[in-house]
């Protein structure tokens, strides 16, 4: 699988934030990228189509990134899901909560590109060939 072929997910409710991701996600290769703006859509798109990662924030409206994570994690069809939060959350207590519930990788904000890059390699890295 190339990265082209590497469908993402973003969920975080700023537009800024979103248009940033995708800026970079298509600048690295990462050209199969879909956004959502709050939990609910998200899962909702989770279910009618095929994801290989997600990218979430933490803090969001309807359904917050914790709660989407743990609605994956529950799915039989998603749990196995890559799942990235990248929130301004950065309390050891909510670090860890995250982890238990089964989180795949963790960044805080502010982020910036090579930060990313780094994170995504390292948890695509088995799915990506070359």
């Not at 890559?82 to 904000?109: C, H, P, Q, W």
């Amino acid at each position: 699988m190339q990265k082209k072929d590497i469908k993402i997910l973003i969920v975080d409710d700023m537009p800024m934030i979103r248009g940033f991701l995708l800026g970079v996600l298509k600048k690295i290769g990462y050209i199969n990228v879909v956004s959502s703006d709050n939990g609910m859509d998200a899962y909702t798109k989770l279910k009618l189509d095929t994801f290989d990662l997600v990218i979430s924030d933490w803090n969001m409206p309807m359904l917050d990134g914790l709660g989407l994570l743990r609605k994956i994690r529950g799915n039989e069809k998603l749990n196995n899901l890559l799942f990235l939060m990248m929130t301004a959350e950065s309390d050891k207590e909510k670090v860890t909560e995250a982890i238990k519930e089964g989180i795949n990788g963790y960044i805080v904000k502010p982020v910036n590109a090579q930060i990313l890059e780094k994170n995504l390699h390292a948890l695509l890295k088995n799915k990506i060939n070359g």
